[in-house]
Structure formats: C-alpha cells, structure tokens
C-alpha cells in the first residue's frame, strides 16, 4: 500500500467511500524560490509573471507520494522537473467538499500537472 507524506502546512481530508481519511501535515516543508519578470504594460500599469527558479524537495521513496501545493506541481513543471510521485489536493469544483459557509473540508481526489 502506498504511503502519503503530506508537505503541506494543513491536514489533507480525503473523502472515499470507506469515509474521511486525514492526513496530517509531516513538518516537511517544500520551499519555491521564484523571481518576478514584466512581461508588459497595459495602460502603464506592468504586468508581471512568475518565474520560478528553484524548488526543494525530498529526496524519492520507495511506495511514497508526497502531497505538495498546486503552486510546487506548476514550479516543477516550468522548471521541468519530473517527478511521478509528486500530487496536490484537487479543489476543483468536481472534487472539494465544502461546509455550509462554502469552506472546503474535504477533497474527492489528488491531480498532477
């Protein structure tokens, strides 16, 4: 079976047929580093882009998935790293589960870039 390692600051609550399944952040935190590039002006105001310069992250593991932001899945890509066990919490409106006040409180599934 697969083991989760969750490199997000929150608790990951995962709705699945058996019930929710939390998972809790490990203390393991993946740091972006990115610079901003003007790629433009519209009526003089700049317009900016992200660009992402590094990424540090754990080392693979046999059988593991690390959870990461949305923000690291997109820096790896741009940045071209590969990485097959590298996932994000999918809160897109077919996956959250949300409250009564419209907060997220679950996902149905994970996503890759």
């Not at 997000?8 to 740091?31: C, D, F, K, L, M």
């Not at 959250?96 to 009564?100: E, P, Q, S, Y």
């Given at each position: 079976m697969a083991r989760?390692?969750?490199?997000?600051?929150?608790?990951?609550?995962?709705?699945?047929?058996?019930?929710?399944?939390?998972?809790?952040?490990?203390?393991?935190?993946?740091?972006?580093?990115?610079?901003?590039?003007?790629v433009g002006k519209i009526n003089g105001i700049p317009v900016m882009k992200t660009k992402f310069t590094s990424v540090d992250l754990p080392q693979p593991e046999q059988d593991t998935f690390f959870i990461v932001s949305t923000v690291v899945?997109?820096?790896?890509?741009?940045?071209?790293i590969q990485r097959d066990d590298l996932i994000a919490p999918d809160t897109s409106p077919q996956s959250?589960?949300?409250?009564?006040t419209g907060q997220i409180v679950a996902i149905r599934r994970f996503q890759v870039l």
């Open positions: 989760f390692v969750n490199c997000t600051p929150h608790a990951i609550n995962v709705q699945t047929e058996q019930g929710i399944i939390t998972i809790p952040p490990s203390g393991i935190s993946i740091r972006v580093a990115s610079e901003q590039v003007q899945l997109q820096a790896c890509k741009e940045m071209g959250a589960v949300r409250d009564g």
